[in-house]
C-alpha cells in the first residue's frame, strides 16, 4: 500500500546550517519545535534554526502516554497548564494539521477519605481557575467504566475526579504539526546536528559549537528535555534537575473498552486505549539517575501488578511492547521557564513527567520570553530562582497518579 505513496512532497526542508542565526533553539521536541512556530508566528522572528542531535520527534514527544490536562492545583502551575490546553484545543486549526486531539476526559480515581479531600479540593482550584472539574461517586464512575474492579477491598473505589476537556493528542503528529509550520515561515530545522559547545564571551553568549560546525547566535534557547543537565553544563551551569528514566507500555490491539483516560492513585498507574486499540499505560519512574532510554524489571512487575489490580480483565491482554525515555526531575516537581545567569541564554526544563501537555503551552511562553525578555503572564512563577531562594517552590508531588 506504500507504494503509493512515492513522491510525497516532504513536509519540511533539509537546510544546510547557516553560519549565523538571531535565535538558535537546542532540541527539536516538542518544545522546540513548538517554541520555534510561535516564535515566526507571534513575534515574526524567522531567523530562527532548531539544531536536532538526532530526528525531529524521536525524544520525549515521540515516547509519552500523551496525555493532555489541566487539573493542577497550586498557582504557577494552574495558569500555566490552563493556558496551555486552550492553545490545544484550537492547534489543529492553527496548525492546519490533524493531530488526533481527543478531549476524552480524564478521570482520577480516588480510594479513600483523604484522597477525596483532596480531590475536591484541587476540583475547586481547577475551577477558581476557570477550567472544569466534577466529582463524581462510586456509582457514576462505575457507570462510566463497568470494568473497572469495584470488588478490590484493598484499594475501593469511592469515586473520582473528572475533567472533560482533558483527553490524548497523537504525539509525533504533534511535533510534525509545529515543525511544518515552523519550517513554512522560514525557520531551519537541522537534523543529526548534536550541539557539543556553548560559547560564551564576557559573560553573554555569542554561539554554539556543533556537530555541523560553529553557529552564531544572538540568543540561544535550550529545549533539550531529559538532557539539559549535560546541555547547561556546556555552559558551566548546574541545574536543579536529576535525570531519571520513565517507562510507558502498550497492550495487543483489543476492541474499544477504555473510553477515557484514568488513573488509579493507590497503586499510581494511568491508562488510555488508542485509536488502534492498544492500552497504553504506565506508572512510576524507576527512581535512579540514569541517560539510558530502557527500563527495570521491578517497575515493569509494579506496573503490571497495578493493572490487573484494577482491571482484572486485562491478565489475559499480551503486552505488545515497552521503551522508555529520560525524565528532566526538578527537585518540586515543577518546571522551569526563565533567563539563565548567562546573557541570551535561556532555561526551558524540568518538566518531569509532564511536558506533552504542556507543549504548546510551553512554546508559547517560551517563545514571548525570547522575543521580548520579559515572562508570559502564564508562566511568571516558573522560576529558577526559587530553587535558590527557597521562595516560590512548587510541589505538585501530592497528586498521586496525576502526574503524566
Ligand atoms: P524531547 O522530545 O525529548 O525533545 C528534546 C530534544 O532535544 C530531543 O529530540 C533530543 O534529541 C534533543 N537534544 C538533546 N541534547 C541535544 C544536543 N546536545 N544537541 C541537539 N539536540 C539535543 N507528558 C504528558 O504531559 N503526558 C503524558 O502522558 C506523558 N507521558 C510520558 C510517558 C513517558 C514514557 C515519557 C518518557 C514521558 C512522558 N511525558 C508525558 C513527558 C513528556 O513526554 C516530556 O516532558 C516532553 O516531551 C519533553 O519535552 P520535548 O517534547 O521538547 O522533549
Not at 534557547?221 to 510507558?248: D, K, N
Request: charged share 20%; aromatic share 8%.
Amino acid at each position: 500500500g506504500l507504494t503509493g505513496n512515492k513522491g510525497w512532497t516532504p513536509h519540511w526542508r533539509d537546510p544546510e546550517p547557516r553560519t549565523e542565526y538571531d535565535v538558535v533553539i537546542i532540541g527539536g521536541g516538542g518544545h522546540g519545535l513548538a517554541t520555534a512556530y510561535y516564535l515566526a508566528k507571534e513575534h515574526g522572528i524567522t531567523n530562527v534554526a532548531v539544531l536536532e542531535k538526532g530526528y525531529l520527534g524521536g525524544g520525549n514527544v515521540g515516547r509519552n502516554t500523551t496525555i493532555v490536562r489541566a487539573n493542577y492545583y497550586l498557582p504557577g502551575n494552574s495558569e500555566f497548564y490552563s493556558h496551555s490546553l486552550k492553545l490545544w484545543e484550537g492547534m489543529e486549526q492553527d496548525l492546519n494539521y490533524n493531530a488526533m486531539m481527543s478531549q476524552r476526559g480524564i478521570l482520577n480515581l480516588y480510594h479513600n477519605d483523604g484522597q477525596r479531600d483532596a480531590a475536591v479540593r484541587r476540583g475547586n482550584a481547577i475551577i477558581n481557575q476557570g477550567d472544569d472539574a466534577e466529582l463524581l461517586s462510586r456509582d457514576q464512575v462505575r457507570e462510566l467504566a463497568p470494568f473497572l474492579n469495584f470488588d478490590n477491598n484493598r484499594f475501593p473505589i469511592m469515586g473520582g475526579l473528572m475533567q472533560r476537556r482533558a483527553g490524548t493528542a497523537r504525539h509525533d503528529a504533534v511535533a510534525w504539526g509545529y515543525a511544518r509550520g515552523a519550517d513554512m515561515r522560514g525557520v531551519d530545522l537541522i537534523q543529526n546536528c548534536e550541539v557539543t559547545g556553548i560559547d560564551v564571551e564576557n559573560g553573554k553568549v555569542v554561539g554554539v559549537q556543533t556537530a555541523r560546525g560553529p553557529i552564531r547566535a544572538r540568543k540561544v534557547a535550550l529545549a533539550a528535555a531529559g538532557r539539559s543537565g549535560q546541555v547547561a553544563a556546556m555552559a558551566g551551569l548546574t541545574l536543579p534537575i536529576e535525570s531519571h528514566v520513565l517507562q510507558a507500555f502498550v497492550s495487543e490491539g483489543l476492541k474499544p473498552i477504555v473510553d477515557h483516560v484514568i488513573t488509579f492513585a493507590e497503586g499510581h498507574l494511568y491508562i488510555s486505549q488508542s485509536d488502534k486499540g492498544g492500552l497504553v499505560f504506565g506508572s512510576y519512574l524507576d527512581f535512579y539517575s540514569s541517560y539510558a532510554a530502557r527500563g527495570n524489571l521491578p517497575m515493569v512487575e509494579h506496573t503490571m501488578e497495578s493493572f490487573v489490580a484494577m482491571v482484572p480483565a486485562v491478565s489475559k491482554a499480551r503486552l505488545l511492547r515497552s521503551w522508555g525515555g529520560i525524565m528532566d526531575m526538578t527537585p518540586d516537581g515543577s518546571p522551569i521557564i526563565d533567563h539563565s545567569p548567562i546573557d541570551g541564554l535561556y532555561l526551558n526544563c524540568g518538566w518531569c513527567y509532564g511536558g506533552f501537555k504542556a507543549t504548546p503551552g510551553s512554546g508559547h511562553v517560551y517563545a514571548h520570553l525570547i522575543a521580548t525578555d520579559r515572562p508570559h503572564g502564564a508562566a511568571t512563577k516558573l522560576k529558577l530562582d526559587r530553587f535558590r531562594s527557597g521562595h516560590g517552590l512548587m510541589d505538585e508531588e501530592g497528586t498521586g497518579a496525576q502526574h503524566n
